[in-house]
């Protein structure tokens, strides 16, 4: 399997593959498929078996284990590794495997196992991390247009009277039809900007539920609403603003996903731009 490995933290980056002089040996890569999962169960007094009372994803622990085959930059690479070691410092993962590119953050776990014999024979490298989140997440979000045919992740829409057609997404009367290829439901960044005229309270909705901010977007305001975890909010020109205390931040589910965006007045003048990361169990 053809594969380039590339880890990125505040002391340099290290890029693996079989054209570097860094490789990963065989069975080197742990924790890069689907995270472990727990599953606590109650047992059914009426019938054989239980049910499940709680779900989780148990965090995801990856260890890297490469040799440097080219033994006169054995020095090189082990002061690069130990200075890439440092836990209080974030790093990250990108792996293009299968033919697709994906991350992942991660944090240095524990001093790097380093065997060199110094003798000839390549110095073997093992490294280990603990993931800040359990999922794997798309590269970068992708921008398209109408006529690029490009996957839709990122797309930008003027809502005028149901016209513009964009591939993955249709709007009209302010709805949007979001296609979330990943394998968990995942936040994202929804624009609103006032364009032609005030916005008077705009309201996001999906499956029920609701995000209303405070107050009336004027001429040239932009308002961003973001349901992306740990930074679940409303932005206003920059400053954080209030909402209704019946919203509730939804994010987008796997697979098609329809969102309304209107307003009790002036929603011909809001123009409207979505943003998204798919997240995936596995590299």
Known sequence: M?????IRS???TLTLSPRSVCRVLDGGLKGFDAPDGEVTLK????????????????SRDVSVTFEVTDV????????????MADPCADA?????MWGRTRKLSVIPDGTPEITFSGHGDPMRVRMDFTASSPFFREAAPVSASPSSGAP???????????????????SGAGILRVYNPGDRECGFRLRLQAAGGPVVKPTVASRGLYIRPFGTLNEGEEMTVVTEPGKKGILRDGLSVGFYSDSTFFGLLPGE?????????GDGNAVAGIEFTPLYLGA
Do not use: C, Q, W
């Open 92 to 96: 990250e993962i990108e792996t293009f």
């Open 72 to 83: 006169g930059a054995a020095p090189y690479y082990r002061d690069l590794v130990m200075r």
């Open 43 to 58: 047992s059914a007094a009426a019938e054989s078996g239980g049910y499940a009372v709680s779900r989780r994803i148990r």
């Open 2 to 6: 053809d594969y380039k490995i590339r």
């Open 257 to 265: 996903n329809t969102i309304s965006v209107y307003a009790t007045g």
């Open 152 to 170: 839709l992740l990122s797309f930008p829409l003027t809502m005028l009277n149901g016209a513009g057609a964009v591939t993955g997404m249709t």
């Open 10 to 12: 505040a002391g340099g």
